[in-house]
Structures are given as C-alpha cells and as structure tokens.
C-alpha cells in the first residue's frame, strides 16, 4: 500500500476511529479489573496514538517480529504496558492471544504479559519499566539504524530504512536519564527517531505541576528536536498519524510530538492521579461500558469488526518483508563484498578469524591495563565493523580511540576542535553522559542480536551512575561491553570520590553480569575474548590507570575464561593468597616473602567471581582448597562476598584518600611487607585457633 | 561596607583586576606544575569568577568559616578545586595556609587541598567530584534557605537571608542530574541560587561541540530560570559581580550566569582539552610567567599587594557574624518562641521528647512495613520541623505524607490537583528525579548540621539511579534518611525491573552506610530510632509493598541497633535460621517445621549488617556459634557477604518474576515447607560432611 492510498484508507475509516477507542478503552479497564490490578490510565489515554502507530504508520510484520528492517518501537513508559500488549493481540502477532492478553497480573507462569515489557518475549525491542531507559534505548536503536544506512545503503537500495518511535510519559521526561540522551539525540541530528509524548499532565503524586512547570516544547527545541504539538490527542488519530509521518520524513532532526492526553479517559477519575496505577472497580467499568454502549456482562471483547479494522496489517507486514528480501537479494548482486558483509551483520556474526587480530604478546615492562587493553581492542575495532566503542568523554583516558577511528558524528556539524565524522562512524562522544551513554549501548546491542557490539567506557566509579542501564543490559541478556578504567584505589589522587570501594560488590552480585579484573596484559586479552564470545550478557573490564608488573611466567590468557585458576603453585603449599587485578603484585610480592620465611605460600589470580561460579565443584575444591589451607584474598575493595572464596581479607572497610597512588595503598595498609606479616600472624592463629579457621578475618 | 561603597571601591580597583587574575593564573600553573600533576584549565579561566565572588560578593566570615548565615558556595566541577583553595588561601581562611595550599597533589597525609573538596575540611560546604553532584547540592542547600526563612523570618528580622551560588562547568551540564535539580528548582523559583556556568567549551574529548550543541539559555529559560550572559568572563570581574548582584535580586527564580571563559587561558594549549587535567611542563610555566611579567624563578609567589587587595575580607566577615547575632538577639527578644525554636535548629538539635512521639505498639495484624514506617514517622514529622520529607513521585506508595501536611512548593503556583503549598512546607514532591532527590537531600543536610533531617522516598529499586547521590551522603557523613519501599520479590507483579535482587550488596558493601530491612512494625520503629540517631551517615530503611506477619513475641524494637539478635531461642538447638525483613516468615515458618521434626532450630533477625559488624566479637560469637551449628540465611537477594555470617542460604540467583508478589515467592522456592526440607537435608549433609562444613552452600 502507498502512502497516498494509506491516507485515502484514513479518511473512509474515520468514523470507525472513535468506535475503535472506546473498544480499546473498555478492553483495557476489564483487563485490569480481571485480576483487580495493573495500570489501566495510561494505556486508555494513548489509544488514539496506539491506532496511529499499528494501523497506519509502523513498518512490521506480526508473522515475523524479527523481520530485520522493522520500525522499532520503544514503551519507555512501561507500565503502560497493557498499550502494547494489546495492540499486539489486535494487529495479529501469533504469540499474543486473547487467552495470553488475559495472563496480565495473572498466576500464569508462561505469561508473555508481564508487569513490564520484556524483551524475551516476541515484539518487544527492549525491556523498560524503570522511567527513562526506553527513551536511551530508543536512541540507541536509532544510532543503530543510522549507522547501518550509511555504511550499506546505496543509491536504490535502501537495505535499512527503518524509523525508531519511543512512547514516553510525563515522568520519562523528568529522568536525567531521558534528557541526557535527548541532548545526545538532539546533537546527533537523528531524524530517524521520533519521541511521542502522552502528556497526560498526571504523575502518581497527582497534577505534573506539582513538580514541574518547564516549557517541554521549548526545552526540546533548545535540544535542537522538531517539535510538533497535537492539541487533541486522545481522539484525533488522523492528526497524529500526519505528525508520524511528518517525523519520518524529518530530513535533519529527531522529532518530538507532544500529544495531550487524558489519563483514564471515559472513567470517572478521567485526568487524575488514581487513574494510573489501580483498577476502577467493578461498578465503575460497568458503568464505563454503558456510556460507551457495551454490554457490562461483557468483559474482555473484541468485535469482529475490530479485528477487521486491523486485519490487513498481517499480510502488509509480509509483502514488506518479501519486498526487503528481494532488495537485499538484488543489492547482493550488485555490490557482492557489501551485500555479504551485511548477511554477516544481519546474522548476528563475527567475522571467524576476530581473535587473530589480538597480539600474542604484550611488553614486559610495566604496563597500565587500560594501556594493555587498548592494544587488544583497537585492532579488533578498527578491523571489523560489528563493533561500535564509545565514551562518556574520556577518550584520552580509556584507550578506545583506534587507529584512523571515525567518529558517529551529525555529519552538518563542523566542531570548533576539528574532529569530525559521520553516521557511518563507530567511535561515540556519548559526552558526560554515563547513564545515558550505557542505556544507549543497550539500545545498540538490541538492534538485531550480534549486528553490533557496543562498547561503552568512562572511570569504574563513573559505572554507579550508569548502574541501572547496566542492569537493564544484565535482565535484558544485551551484549555490551564496559570498559571501566581507573579502577581501585591506585588512581590516587582523584581521592576518595573517585575511588571505588564498594561498587565492585554490586557487579559481582549481579544476575548475568560478568565483572573481570585482570592483572596484567595477558589476562586483559583474556578477558577481552571472554566479553566478546558472552552473547548474552554484558561484562564489565576492569582496568587501572596505573601501570602494573607483568607476569609472563604466570598469567594465563586461557584461564581468564575458569575465572580463577592457579598463578604461582608452591607443592604442599600451607597457604593460598588470592590476587585480584592491580593488587597483583602485593599477592605475588608478599607470597615471595612468606615462602622465604618458610610457608609455602601458593597464589591463585581470581579475576572473575562470575566466571568461577560456573565451573565444576572440583574445579573450584580443588584451587581453594577450603578447609586444609587458609586462603587471603588482597583485593582494594570492601570484602564483600569474598568470603565465599576466601577465609580471610586485606581489603578495605573505608572510603579511600586522596593521595598519590602508591601513597594511597601504603596508606590503607597495602604494601607487601606489611601484608606478609599479617598474614604470618594469621596464618600462625589459623593453626591453633579453631574459631579463628571458622571466621572471616579482616586483617586490615 | 553598603553596597554602593562596594561598588565604588570596584571602581577604584578596577585597573588592579587584570593584575590579580595574572598573578592567580600563574599561582594555579605553578601548584600543578610543582607536583606534575592537577587541574589547572578551569581553574586559571574562572580567576575573574573568583574574584567578583570572595572580593565583592559573597557573604562569609574567613574567620568562622560555619558562619551560619553565610552564603553557600558549591563547586560543582569539583576537579578544579584549586580555584576554591585558592581563593581561600587568599581571603584569608586561617587552615588554608600557604603550606597547606602547596599540598595539592603531594603525599602530605593531613593535607586540606584534595583532589577534589571534601566537606569534611573548613569552609566545603559540600563534596564535589563526580559530576553534577554539586549542583543538586546547591538546589538543596538554597531549599534549606528558602525554609528557614519562611519559618522564621519576620519583618525586619531576616535571620536567614543567605544566597547559594554554585559554580558549574561544561560537563555538570551534560550529567542527567544536573537536569533533573535544574527542572526541579526552576519550578521551586528558587530566588536564592545562582548558578555560574563556567563556559569555555571543553571538555576532556575536546571542543564541546562534539558532543553538545543544545541553546544552553534556551533550555534553562524553558525550565523557568533567569538568564544573564557574560561575554568576556575571562576578564570582566565587575560585569559579573553586577551579574551576581543581580541575580541575589531576582524576585522569583533561580539565575543562571552564562559566563565564557577561556580553559587554560595564557597558556600556549588555552582553549585546548590537554589544558584541562595536567600540568604544562616546566617550560611552559617559564613562558607564562615571563608573559605575564613574573619572574619564572618565583614559583607559588603571592605578592603583597594581592594579599593587600584581599584583606578588608576577615574583618568584614566579622562584622556580618556580630551583625547577625544582634539581630538573631533582638528576634528572641521579640518573638522568644521562634527565637528558642531557631536557636535550637542552628544548633542541630532535636526536642529531647522526640522518641516518645513513637506509637509502643502497632496492630497485631498483618502490617505492609511501609505502613509501619508512616505510623512512625509521621507522628514525628508533623511534631518536629527539623524534619523534611519528600518522595520522587510515590505520595500513594510510601507513607511519608504526614497529617496536616504542608507542600514545600513554589507559592506562585497554583496547582491542577489543587494541592498547594508555600517555603515553609517541609514535603517535597521531588518529581521523577531519584538521582537529584538524594543529591539535593545531602545539600539540605549539609546547609548546617542537624538543622535539617532530609528524608527521601522511592521503590527501593530506584535507589539504583540515586546510588551515587547515596554514596556522597555515606562519604559525606551526611544525615539523611532514604525511605526504600517495596523491597523484595514480595512485589510481585510489577515484575524483574522493579525486584531489586542484587543492589542490597552495594548498600551492604559501603562504608559509613546503614542499610536495615526490620522485619514486623516493632523492628521498623527499632530502625527509625537508629536512622534518627546517626547524625554522621545515612541510612536506608527498606519496607516492604506487602503486608508482612508481626512478631510481638519475638521482635525487639531495642534490639534492631545491636543489627541481629536472637528472636526465637531454642535450648541445645542444632541450626540457626536467620530471617530478615519480609522474609522472616519463611524463616519463622520453616524453623517451625523442622522444631516439629525434632531438628530444634533457633531464629536470628537481621536487620543490618552494618549494625552487627559493630557489635563485639562475643556477642557475634555467642549469636552466631559457628563452627557448633549450621547457620542458614533465608532472603530473596543475592547470598553476597552473607557468607559472613551464614554457613548456607536460601537466597535469589536470577533476576526475579513478574507473577502476584505470594507466586513469586513460591516460584523462586519461597515457600516454608519447601525451605524446610531443603534445610533438613542440609543439616543432615553438614554433620556428615565436612567438605560441605567449609563451604557456603546455596541452598535455592
């Protein structure tokens, strides 16, 4: 269908529209009031927008949620879900049945109808619920199309051309997540996005100015987004299907549609708080369906004419699809190297030979890890296109920035520094933006599976900020890769504020996150090809600004990947010493010294708890040894969780200091001869001191 | 001095200005010069900032740097902190010696001069490093302001009638916190607050345009602020100082000052990103000072006419101290209850009675914790206006909002929901800002200690986007109490986004943080006396959505601060079950299924790890027996550092479930009978086993 005759369908189905709404309204409020629980207000308010997007405006296809080229469309307000889910069931995705759609707040274990959308179930891009990841992860999406246009697309083959649509309420736009990246978005150009707001003016607290008078649409402008206002946005779809399609068509920015709503419309509570999060009771939804004209006795209905109103979207959605294969198939013919790269890309692969491009060797002498880690990814940056690095403005700090890198820039902007780019460029400023920066890449990750690998990087600290979109992409089961340097009290003088003490905790206990801490230039490779093979989860490398020892004869690349394995064995050893990252050298320098006062001491490098988790019982008895040999694990962070693996800890229990970096450990106790001695001590207590064997010891 | 003689006295000075920046600059080149290492860019470019700031305009005394009504400086981009230490050496603070001020960057163990301000040190008002942290701050500190002088102010005695000013850079800009404090204090018209933007358009990737091109005025007039713009603000002191001037006379917003500058200026990289964070090398330090006319031999040399131009400031401070405490003498003269209530709160006291405000007893019924908290702190809250509460939007959700209470909320604004309010409000609707909520509760804290206690309210899953603005309050050693509602998988339906499964470890694992999870109404009463008595930490008091079973048998309100105690004791028993918060149902049901199958089993509550880990070695000994008997912790978190206490755990190993809150429970083997064979077979396996003795076994 050519938009010409989409809009001339528009003007015939016009009066059907209001008809539709109420449908769709009364099927929400029963939905909700089935199980007495949920969000039915939102959802009713954005019919009209729902109508706009499913039946006139989304490129999909419901036979095939994957099909490649598809509009992305985000719920950045998640617990509106009821929306999506609905609309889903009306446009004809197989998996989302009237009995599924009936699973919303039920006990049904194989809902695909959860509270939040969630991006293991068919249809659903990404995962949201907490305000203001979407509106990130959309921009993310639109980064991805860009940046797939303009490294494939050719003059008559537009093998990617999809729009990305984010739905954001009131409270998305309060979040500093939301508007660090609708700065970003604003500053990139990305007239591939469109950012369609339900402004209800209602927040659980009750009316928004309660908290917020701002002048959306000029802050928006001042970001450099189009703007269009629709006045009647729960009725008019008509208008708002104009401004969807005024926003594709947008030539130079991402567009903002602020549509006024009214939460709960029709319902007695229409326009306030309590219409958001709670079910109207039975005698309001029976009387919601007599002013609308249903029936009360019949709850949860769709008539056949609505499913006809959205019936010829299934089939649209296939001949779109059949059309792009064919597209791809003849832009394969014509530009054979570009065609099969992308094949490569829309499969989710890696190029076979990716880990070649990893030196074998690295320098003996001293080396920061950031440092060693930038010699492992760039190559493999600069050499395969999957992968996509940026950074929250650290680009001198965080070693990202490979060879003859082309930044993904707005390519109209000529920046006073002289560094430009374009969209087909793979190197991000994501700007101070952290938070945003990590959602963004969870955004990119969630494309198409393996179509990129996005890498993020700012300071290990600077990874509390973007905690929760590296949880998001932990739930999500995104791959991306964290590049977190400056880790551990040796930044030194940056002090106590930039110091990590206790976030380390957190990464480790985290579901689905891999947090690696490797010791020297060989474990950073190792840890590099564990984050690169992890397909389904995020990893987070951990690297020093400082420069650290090597360790050639004890490193091993391959063991990164057991998450602990053996580093210095002494036979018949009396004593493991576990060493973690850039507290390396305290391990192996005190376990020196105790084997020359004569305990034998072994050393075990644990760079990743995750890793070591998965491996057999045997694996694990057999390294630690629990119970025969008292293991210290020294390590700059809070001991936190260590105690599973370790029986005691030089670790730390306060905040750190600002001082030179080898200050700063001495400072807290980190110097091998000092270690040696508490452990000598602990080692002696351990012997005679059953209660002493029994108990954590903190010997700093 | 009136200010028309100060502005005189501009006039006379005005050809000494360009002097005093050059002899600043080089000041700030030769202290980063002299270690190698430091901030020097911004610093040196904001020299005319500083000095239309501590020479004209600032109100403060050098020789009472807690002067309370004292205007409040905050910088915000905290690394250029020398800009500040600077500044304070110059006007005159007694600590800031020359000595002191040449420990920047050096190994001097008691140095006042980190990396960046720490507000334990004289005259910080507020820690500063990780970006946007200090402007949040200054939004909460001009919140106390504003406060305190709709509380206490009458006519003609305006014993609160100080200004917060608040230095900004490029990058506080771009941080999502910053934005969100920024939206919410052109809403409160905040009058009180300057912010001062240190434009020179770099950051640490280079020309800002990388990364940024939003209308920065725009944006801030959109969010209801004042806008002035300086152009040359590298020089032009007395056009700031009237922009400064001003802005303390705005009638009803907050201003934002505009000022371009030039990062590094003088220097051979002026206007380059390597200007912002190292030193420029010996030779070009040389240059600088010939340039400038200095002698290059003459390293971190104030010459006395400088000290001269800066010394009328001590004397001028004092008299604004006597001048403040006549006038506060004559106001409880004149108004002796205000006067007592005033006194009291300047010196950070509580009424004594404030305990006895605590209900001694709750209904035996079930009771959400959530709704145990407000029957606790509600009470005290309308009693006591020390306190100031406030949520991010969850009014219905969290039980903050106390009888008869009255909205801190910008008196102009007349809200849709007709829920108004004025300055002297003390609850704050904080909007969908989590991250800005408890960065703006620090600065409330901080405006001087126990004036204020801050206490902030969202899920508990959120406090994942406020966790860097948490951990400020722990580093700070602040007093503010975050309100953590609906914990646990227990919420159920809502689903993985909002079950908080790992961030308990973060909360457990950071220094000078008090995370409790009390259990019944008792335990949570228990948890707001220690909250209320921790004047230097914060603390999180996690409550759960769903009604939870009271122990009125077993809880001891007196015994939350020991952080566990023995709840239910069984003689000679062979198993300890430690139950926390909502799940000490489990706990208790379970031990009493394996008690009927004669495994006689004690209970253990535990509602804080921080807590405990005080307590001394016999108690936790005497509590815990390990060694003599098993320990199993029951909780719907991650098991990390429970390793510490517990032998093995029931706990959550995956994300959670979006299933109603008592399904979910069940899902993830939450159920006694369930609990209780797995323990009974673990018990068994323990005294048999002595592998299984030494290891913490993950029961679920």
């Not at 093998?159 to 009131?170: A, E, L, R």
């Not at 002048?215 to 008019?236: L, P, Q, R, T």
């Not at 990874?463 to 400056?486: E, N």
Request: proline fraction near 5%; include cysteine.
């Amino acid at each position: 269908m050519t938009q010409t005759e989409r809009h001339k369908d528009l003007e015939n189905y016009k009066i059907l529209h209001p008809y539709i709404l109420k449908v769709f309204r009364v099927l929400i409020a029963d939905l909700v009031q089935q199980f007495n629980g949920g969000h039915p207000g939102g959802a009713m308010g954005m019919a009209a927008i729902g109508v706009a997007l499913w039946k006139y405006v989304l490129n999909f296809s419901p036979n095939n949620p994957d099909y490649f080229n598809r509009d992305r469309f985000v719920l950045s307000n998640g617990h509106a879900c009821l929306f999506q889910y609905a609309f889903h069931h009306l446009v004809g995705y197989k998996h989302m049945t009237m009995d599924q759609l009936k699973t919303y707040h039920s006990t049904h274990l194989e809902s695909y109808c959860p509270g939040h959308p969630e991006n293991e179930h068919p249809a659903i891009e990404v995962t949201t619920g907490a305000l203001g990841q979407g509106v990130s992860n959309a921009v993310g999406l639109a980064i991805a199309s860009k940046n797939l246009q303009a490294t494939y697309n050719k003059p008559g083959y537009e093998v990617v051309s999809n729009h990305t649509f984010c739905m954001v309420g009131d409270a998305c736009l309060q979040e500093g997540i939301s508007l660090e990246a609708i700065s970003l978005a604003g500053h990139l150009g990305l007239n591939n996005l469109t950012v369609i707001y339900d402004n209800n003016q209602v927040t659980c607290d009750g009316s928004v100015d309660l908290t917020n008078t701002e002048n959306m649409n000029d802050k928006f402008k001042a970001c450099n987004w189009k703007v269009i206002e629709i006045e009647n946005g729960s009725e008019d779809v008509m208008a708002i299907v104009a401004a969807l399609q005024k926003s594709k068509e947008s030539s130079d920015k991402p567009t903002f549609i602020n549509v006024h709503t009214s939460i709960g419309i029709g319902s007695n509570i229409e326009g306030q708080a309590n219409a958001h999060g709670a079910s109207f009771g039975e005698a309001e939804v029976d009387r919601l369906h007599q002013v609308y004209g249903f029936d009360p006795k019949n709850r949860i209905h769709i008539p056949e004419d609505v499913y006809q109103f959205f019936c010829d979207i299934s089939s649209r959605g296939d001949i779109l699809e059949v059309e792009w294969k064919s597209l791809v198939k003849r832009y394969g013919e014509n530009y054979p190297e570009l065609g099969a790269d992308f094949a490569r890309r829309v499969k989710g692969e890696l190029p076979e030979d990716w880990a070649s491009l990893i030196p074998k060797e690295f320098p003996t002498s001293d080396t920061a890890s950031r440092a060693s880690s930038g010699m492992i990814i760039n190559p493999i940056s600069s050499a395969i296109n999957s992968l996509i690095v940026g950074t929250a403005d650290l680009s001198p700090s965080v070693n990202l920035a490979y060879k003859d890198k082309l930044d993904f820039q707005n390519p109209r902007i000529k920046t006073t520094c002289g560094i430009n780019g374009d969209y087909s460029g793979r190197y991000i400023h994501y700007g101070v933006r952290e938070h945003a920066m990590a959602a963004i890449a969870n955004g990119i990750a969630a494309f198409n599976r393996g179509t990129f690998i996005p890498c993020t990087s700012t300071f290990l600290m600077f990874y509390l900020y973007a905690a929760p979109a590296v949880r998001y992409g932990a739930l999500s089961k995104l791959q991306v890769i964290h590049v977190a340097t400056h880790d551990s009290i040796g930044i030194g003088e940056d002090g106590p504020t930039h110091q990590p003490i206790a976030l380390p905790a957190l990464y480790r206990a985290m579901p689905n996150l891999n947090y690696i801490r490797p010791c020297d230039s060989q474990e950073v490779a190792g840890a590099w090809e564990v984050a690169i093979r992890s397909k389904e989860m995020p990893t987070i490398i951990s690297l020093s600004r400082h420069k650290l020892t090597q360790f050639p004869q004890n490193s091993k690349r391959d063991l990164v990947a057991k998450g602990a394995y053996s580093f210095h064995k002494e036979e018949d050893s009396m004593l493991n010493i576990i060493g973690v990252g850039s507290e390396m050298v305290f391990a192996v320098e005190s376990a020196k010294l105790l084997n020359d006062r004569g305990i034998k001491t072994s050393v075990i490098s644990f760079p990743s708890q995750y890793l070591f988790n998965k491996q057999p019982l045997e694996y694990k008895r057999s390294l630690l040894k629990r119970g025969k040999v008292p293991t210290v694990v020294i390590e700059a962070y809070t001991a936190n969780g260590w105690e599973r693996y370790a029986t005691a800890g030089i670790n730390m229990k306060t905040f750190g200091k600002s001082l030179p970096g080898p200050d700063t450990y001495r400072y807290f106790g980190f110097e091998s001869s000092t270690i040696a001695d508490k452990i000598e001590q602990y080692v002696a207590e351990w012997q005679t001191d059953d209660q002493i064997r029994l108990e954590f010891q903190d010997l700093n």
